[in-house]
Every structure is written in C-alpha cells, then in structure tokens.
C-alpha cells in the first residue's frame, strides 16, 4: 500500500494508507453504520460526490461480486476504513475490494481511527475532505480543498441518472437458486424517475406485479401526464438520489405539474424531498445526516418500530403537517420519514424500503403502493 494524506475542512490532518485508486480527490464526508453489504453501499448512486466513513472496523473479508451492484458505476468519491483486508472469503467473489476500487478510479483509505473520524462527524457535522497519494503539505491540500466545488453547488443527479429510457424486469434475488425471480405482472404500468434508482428498489417495485419503466432525471411530466390520462401508466415513482434537494428546480417544476394532475406518486428519499418541495415546503440539511442499515422507526399507523436503511442529508419540516399526514417518524432525532397527503394520491418515506443488504420491514410499501393504483 502506497501512503496517503487526508486534509478535513475542520483542519484535521492526518496519514493513511491507500488500497485504492491514486490521485487527489475532494468530497464530503459521512458516515455509514451498517454491520454488512459494503459493495451495496458503495455502488448506491445516491453517495455521488461523498466519502463512506465504515463503523465497521473490518471491511473487505467477502470480496466483491457480479450480484451486488446497486447502480451501474460507483459514484462515491472513495471509501474510509480502519482495517482492510485484501484476503477475501465468499463463494460468490470475483475480485477483492481494493481491484474493484481501483477498475473504476475510487479512493480506498485505511489504518486510520474511523471511530475518531465518526465521533468528529457527530459533534461537528459533515464537512468537506481532501484525499490524496500525490500531496503530504497540508498547506497544498487545504488549498486544494478550498478551491474545489461543494456538493450542494453540484447538480449529481444529472451524473448518476440513466440516459435513455428502458423496461426494468428482474425481480428479487432468489440466494438459493442464485437467479431473479420471475414477477406476476397485475396489470399496472408506472413509469419510475431515475434520480439515482437503486437496482434492489426497482426489482421491489417489479416484484409487487407492476410493470417498470424507468424514464432519465429529464423527463417531461406534460407527456407522462397524456400517458396517465390515456391510461397508458397508472402511477409515478420518484426514486432515490443524491445531493442536495434544493438545486433541483427544473425537476420540482415538472413534478409541480403531476401534482396538479393528481398522477398517483410514491416518492422515496430523494423523491420524498422533491415532493415536499415542490408543495412549498422547503428542505433543510441535518447534521450529519442518516446512513446505515440499521436505522429504528416508528410506523406511526400501526404502532410498530421498523428497522430500515437509511442514507440521506436532509429532511423535510414539521410545518409540512399542515397539508400531510406523518405516518413515520426517526426514534434517533425524531425527524420524518414518511408522510401522505391529505388532498393528493400521493405518499413518500424518507428510508430505502428493501431487502438486500438490509432489513424488510418496510418491503410492505411496494405493495401499498400496487395497491393505491389497483384501489
């Protein structure tokens, strides 16, 4: 392993060691929390422009797989962990962690105090890092840093979103007879918004029987809503992404337009804040935000607490009370995560309800929402 330095915009300095890409690299730093599926995480889009700190202290022991993607390239800037470990164990591993890294030019940082790390990101907040093989003087990189864009200035989804439209068909992954299941259709066609869509949200939704296209970050809601009235789609789903929500004005100008159409939606993450927004009620940044698996909350219909994967920076406000009804709430900080609206067919969580790696106690809002357009 080469070395490498890490420059914080909190002016923590400090030397590690790479087992990733070489270069220089800026980004924001989180933190994720989850026990397993690091090659889920690092391949979900919606880390576009960030640096994943792991709590789990070892990283790399089952290798990387062929099964595992969550988007079609890694979007994250590089990876931060305690130990790595290039001797992988999986009998489904193609590569290690550190070749899957370096195939797409991604920084892996390791032999640091990711709890430290942690514990700084939970007083302080997320801040703005630079990573670098080439540069040692923190004079050079904090130049570096202070000189390079910041996320919220940088419209990722653009990025991350596919380029042309395509039918989403597989299904959920069957680990023992190592295929997608084969999904019964019910009928119903929705078109989903990708603003950075997760592979395993997309074979939910197809596992509940709907019918998926997914259509680019660009799409024209004036066409989508000739296809709801025609009959063509029964709904919209807006997908999870990364960024800051309030860049978006173009994309909350469109879904504008579908809500006064009354096109049934279901939003998650990404789509949760776009649809908050775009009723007036404007998002803002937590702290340090919300990643990991193993998120507690509370279903406030039913009482019970679900565990759920979680990864985002920002919230929508209480005030949004005055047009929705709060159906879930975070037991960390109490923030909302889900709510529906009480004059539109329209409901939003802020988790990823899913399955792999995570829990499944939130997989029942696929199926609310098949529900919602078959209703």
Known sequence: M?????????????????????????????????????QEIITDPSYAGQFITFSMPEIGIVGTNDQDWE?????????????????????????SLSSFLKSANIMGICGINTRDIIKTLRMQGA????????????????????????????????????????????????FATFEYAKPN???KKI???????????LNELSAVGLEVEVLPSNFSADSLIERFKCGEISGVFLSNGPGDPMVLKKEVAEIR?????????????????????AHGYETYKLKFGHHGGNHPVKNLQTGKVEITSQNH????????????????????????EGIEYKDSPIFSVQHHPESSPGPKEARSLFEKFANM???
């Open 191 to 201: 078109v989903a918004i990708d603003f950075g869509i997760k592979k395993n949200i």
């Open 313 to 336: 920076n920002y919230s929508v406000p209480d005030s949004i009370e005055q047009i929705a009804i709060v159906t879930h709430r975070n037991l960390f900080d109490g923030t909302i």
């Open 127 to 174: 801040m703005h890092l630079v990573v670098s093989t080439e540069h040692s003087d923190p004079k050079k990189l904090k130049e570096i840093l202070q000189s390079s864009e910041r996320i919220e200035e940088i419209n990722y989804i653009q990025k991350v979103s596919a380029t042309s439209s395509y039918i989403h068909s597989s299904s959920i992954y069957d």
């Open 71 to 95: 988007g079609d390239h890694i979007h994250c800037k590089g990876i931060l962990v305690r130990e790595y470990n290039e001797v992988f164990s999986n009998f489904r591993a193609k590569q």
């Open 2 to 38: 080469q070395k490498a330095w890490l420059f914080f915009e909190n002016g923590l300095f400090l030397e590690a060691k790479s087992f990733g890409a070489s270069g220089s690299c800026v980004g924001e730093v989180v933190f994720n929390t989850a026990m397993s599926g690091y």
């Open 185 to 187: 259709k019910n009928g």
């Open 373 to 375: 357009l078959r209703d």
């Open 257 to 277: 337009k579908l809500i006064a159409a009354k096109v049934p939606m279901f939003g998650i993450c990404l789509g949760h804040q776009l649809l908050s927004i």
